[in-house]
């Protein structure tokens, strides 16, 4: 259980690697006992028969093509900061993907997109454990898959060969990810998400007053843009002029 982190060999990174699995956030909710509760263990795979996306979604995860990868550690209580948990993997994706694709952006609350079309997305879960919570959270990036699977999507999507016109190595990009999401977590383990604020806010696709549809998983609300919050959350002004802050939520 994560109490105090001073350095990254408080916090080993172990690597735990499917050549198929159904859905690596899947397996670790189901093994999280069997997982060390200090360390940052990273679960991937080349493929996946049941990648799982936000909101019930399927993720399309081929062989081969993709980063699959879920984020597993344990915390001793679980506060309202948890929503930064995705976001910062968000910013940390972000800064490793800005090395290869400039163009790189976030779509809040988490997804990485390119040009508007879907890049990566990123599952949060928690699962309470016997001496406090276990967090998991997952990242698909796509890379290499090529554009007749991404036309089966039903959304727009893209990947990184289908940008770029040449392929990536995913491994060298999953290695890269996983130690800069430590490196991140560990700092906001000390000082919070107050020093990802600004990069987080600068990654955004969304500009002051852009008309935005968000649903709260209740209910479609439609407001301006006016701007992102300390703790990450965005606050809409409504067309009756009220302004509303929202935790989560998916922007249509
Ligand atoms: C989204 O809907 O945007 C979230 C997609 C998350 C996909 C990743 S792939 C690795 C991990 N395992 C899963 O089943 N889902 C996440």
């Given at each position: 259980?994560?109490?105090?982190?001073?350095?990254?060999?408080?916090?080993?990174?172990?690597?735990?690697?499917?050549?198929?699995?159904?859905?690596?956030?899947?397996?670790?909710?189901?093994?999280?006992?069997e997982?060390?509760?200090?360390?940052?263990?990273?679960?991937?795979?080349?493929?996946?028969?049941?990648?799982?996306?936000?909101?019930?979604?399927?993720?399309?995860?081929?062989?081969?093509?993709?980063?699959?990868?879920?984020?597993?550690?344990?915390?001793?209580?679980?506060?309202?900061?948890?929503g930064?948990?995705?976001?910062?993997?968000?910013?940390?994706?972000?800064?490793?993907?800005?090395?290869?694709?400039?163009?790189?952006?976030?779509?809040?609350?988490?997804?990485?997109v390119?040009?508007?079309?879907?890049?990566?997305?990123?599952?949060?879960?928690?699962?309470?454990?016997?001496?406090?919570?276990?967090?998991?959270?997952?990242?698909?990036?796509?890379?290499?898959?090529?554009?007749?699977?991404?036309?089966?999507?039903?959304?727009?999507?893209?990947?990184?060969?289908?940008?770029?016109?040449?392929?990536?190595?995913?491994?060298?990009?999953?290695?890269?990810?996983?130690?800069?999401?430590?490196?991140?977590?560990?700092?906001?383990?000390?000082?919070?998400?107050?020093?990802?604020?600004?990069?987080?806010?600068?990654?955004?696709?969304?500009?002051?007053?852009?008309?935005?549809?968000?649903?709260?998983?209740?209910?479609?609300?439609?407001?301006?843009?006016?701007?992102?919050?300390?703790?990450?959350?965005?606050?809409?002004?409504?067309?009756?002029?009220?302004?509303?802050?929202?935790?989560?939520?998916?922007?249509?």
């Amino acid at each position: 259980m994560i109490d105090k982190i001073n350095s990254e060999k408080d916090f080993p990174l172990i690597k735990i690697h499917f050549p198929l699995i159904h859905s690596t956030n899947s397996w670790a909710k189901e093994h999280i006992q069997e997982l060390n509760p200090l360390a940052f263990t990273a679960i991937s795979a080349d493929e996946q028969s049941g990648g799982r996306g936000r909101f019930q979604r399927q993720w399309v995860s081929p062989k081969g093509c993709n980063i699959y990868v879920s984020y597993v550690f344990f915390l001793k209580n679980l506060g309202e900061e948890i929503g930064n948990i995705p976001q910062l993997l968000a910013v940390a994706a972000y800064e490793t993907l800005q090395k290869v694709i400039p163009q790189v952006k976030i779509k809040w609350p988490n997804d990485l997109v390119v040009h508007e079309k879907k890049l990566g997305g990123i599952l949060c879960e928690v699962v309470k454990t016997a001496q406090g919570w276990g967090v998991i959270v997952g990242i698909g990036i796509n890379i290499n898959m090529p554009l007749e699977i991404l036309k089966t999507i039903d959304r727009p999507a893209t990947s990184l060969m289908v940008e770029l016109g040449q392929s990536i190595p995913i491994k060298e990009m999953e290695e890269e990810l996983s130690h800069h999401f430590r490196k991140i977590l560990i700092q906001f383990f000390k000082e919070g998400f107050t020093p990802f604020l600004k990069t987080f806010k600068n990654s955004l696709i969304h500009k002051k007053d852009d008309l935005m549809k968000l649903s709260d998983f209740t209910q479609v609300h439609e407001g301006h843009f006016q701007r992102i919050n300390a703790d990450g959350s965005l606050t809409l002004k409504l067309h009756d002029g009220v302004l509303k802050r929202f935790v989560s939520g998916e922007l249509l």
